[in-house]
C-alpha cells in the first residue's frame, strides 16, 4: 500500500513538473510577444505573419533557455548537496575504502541507486577481507618451509655434526624445498583454474581406465602402508577433461593414503545410478570432524593444525579438486566420522545411459 502511494505520488510529481514547464514556456512566448510588438512599435515596422511567428518562436526559446539558467544558478547547491552524500561515497570507493553505508533515509529520495551502492560496497569488502586473508595465508605457508631451510642450512655450518646428522639435514632441507615447490605449483593451479573464461577440452573417454591407471601409480604409497584396495569400477565413459580430473582422482586418492592408518583400508568405486555417474573413494583413516567438513574445501584450510610435517600439506589439494569439480558443474560431497573414515562422493550428470559391468 505504501508502494503503491509512493508511485503516485511520483506520477503526481511529474504531472505536475509537465504541466509547470508548458506554463513557464507560455509566459516566454507571451513575454516574446509583448517585447517584438513594442519594438516594431517602436520602429515604425509592420513584418508579415512569417516573420513574427518565426522571431517570437525563436526569441520565446531563448527566454525559456535564459529562465532555465536562472533557475539551475539559485537551485544547483541544493542539489548538490542532495548528490554529494553519493558522489562522496563513489570516491571513498574507488579510493579503496569499502566501508560505505549510505544513510537508508536517503532510500526514500534515491530508492535502488543507494542500496546498489551499499551492496557494491559490501561487496568489495568482503572480497578485500578474502584477499588480506589470502596473503597472510600464503605468507604463513611460504614462511614455514623457508625457517625450516634456513635454520638447518645454518646447522650444516657445525664442522662437529656427524654424517648421520647432516645426511638428516640434507633430507629435511630437501622435503621442504619440495614442499615449498607443492605450493607454488599448486597456487599457480588455483589461479589458472578461477582465471578460466572458455570451454574446458572435454572429450569422450574412459573413467574406469583412468581411475585404475591412478591407483595403480599410487601403489609405492598403499603398498608402503600395507593398506587394502578394494577397487569396484564399471565401464562407464564420460565427457570431461581427462588432465583436469586426474588433479582431482590424485588429490583425493593421496589425502586417503596419507591419513588412513598403516593396515587400512581404501575402496575405490565407480558406477552409474539414475542417470549419475558416481565415483567414492572410501577410507579407514583418522576422519574429520563435523565442524569441519564445511571448510574442507576453503583454500589454506588444514582440518587439523597439529598435524606432523610428514602428513601437512599446502592447504591447496582440495580447494583445486573444488574448483574442478564446479567447472564441470558436477557435484562432490563429504561424510566423515573421527577415527573411523571419510567417504568423498562425486557425481557427474550424463545424458549418455550406455554401460557395462566390466571386471576389475
Known amino acids: 500500500m505504501k508502494k503503491r502511494r509512493q508511485e503516485h505520488s511520483h506520477v503526481l510529481l511529474k504531472l505536475a513538473g509537465v504541466v509547470g514547464l508548458c506554463g513557464v514556456f507560455a509566459l516566454c512566448g507571451l513575454g516574446a510577444y509583448g517585447i517584438t510588438t513594442l519594438f516594431y512599435g517602436y520602429m515604425d515596422y509592420d513584418p508579415n505573419d512569417l516573420v513574427k511567428t518565426l522571431v517570437n518562436s525563436v526569441l520565446s526559446c531563448i527566454l525559456f533557455i535564459g529562465v532555465g539558467m536562472i533557475i539551475s544558478f539559485f537551485t544547483m547547491p541544493r542539489h548538490r548537496g542532495r548528490f554529494q552524500p553519493l558522489i562522496d561515497a563513489l570516491r571513498r570507493i574507488a579510493m579503496g575504502d569499502f566501508r560505505v553505508n549510505l544513510d537508508i533515509k536517503l532510500a526514500h529520495e534515491w530508492g535502488e541507486l543507494v542500496e546498489g551502492i551499499n551492496h557494491v560496497a559490501e561487496q568489495l569488502n568482503e572480497m578485500e577481507k578474502l584477499r588480506q586473508e589470502f596473503i597472510s595465508n600464503v605468507s604463513h605457508e611460504i614462511q614455514s618451509p623457508l625457517t625450516s631451510i634456513s635454520g638447518f642450512a645454518r646447522a650444516l655450518h657445525n664442522e662437529r655434526l656427524s654424517p648421520e646428522e647432516r645426511n638428516r639435514y640434507l633430507g629435511i632441507i630437501e622435503s621442504e624445498s619440495k614442499r615449498l615447490s607443492k605450493i607454488s605449483d599448486n597456487l599457480l593451479k588455483l589461479t589458472a583454474l578461477e582465471g578460466i573464461h572458455h570451454d574446458l577440452e572435454r572429450k569422450r573417454y574412459r573413467l574406469d581406465t583412468q581411475l585404475r591407471a591412478i591407483i595403480l601409480a599410487c601403489e609405492p604409497q598403499w603398498m608402503e602402508k600395507d593398506i587394502e584396495m578394494d577397487i569396484d569400477l564399471e565401464k562407464v565413459e564420460i565427457v570431461a577433461d581427462e588432465d583436469m580430473l586426474s588433479q582431482v582422482w ?18 575405490v568405486k565407480l558406477e552409474r545410478i539414475d542417470g549419475e555417474v558416481r565415483v567414492k573413494i572410501i577410507d579407514s583413516g583418522i576422519g574429520i570432524s563435523k565442524e569441519n567438513q564445511e571448510r574442507i574445501f576453503e583454500r589454506f584450510f588444514k582440518a587439523d593444525p597439529s598435524r606432523n610435517r610428514a602428513n601437512s600439506g599446502s592447504g591447496l589439494g582440495l580447494a583445486i579438486v573444488k574448483k574442478i569439480i564446479d567447472l564441470h558443474h558436477a557435484t562432490i560431497a563429504v561424510q566423515s566420522v573421527v577415527g573411523k573414515g571419510t567417504t568423498f562422493t562425486i557425481a557427474f550428470v550424463q545424458t549418455d545411459k550406455k554401460a557395462a559391468p566390466s571386471s576389475v
Request: charged letters at 15%.
Open 250 to 267: 590424485t588429490n583425493l586418492l593421496g589425502n586417503s593414503i596419507k591419513f588412513t592408518e598403516a593396515g587400512g583400508k581404501i575402496s
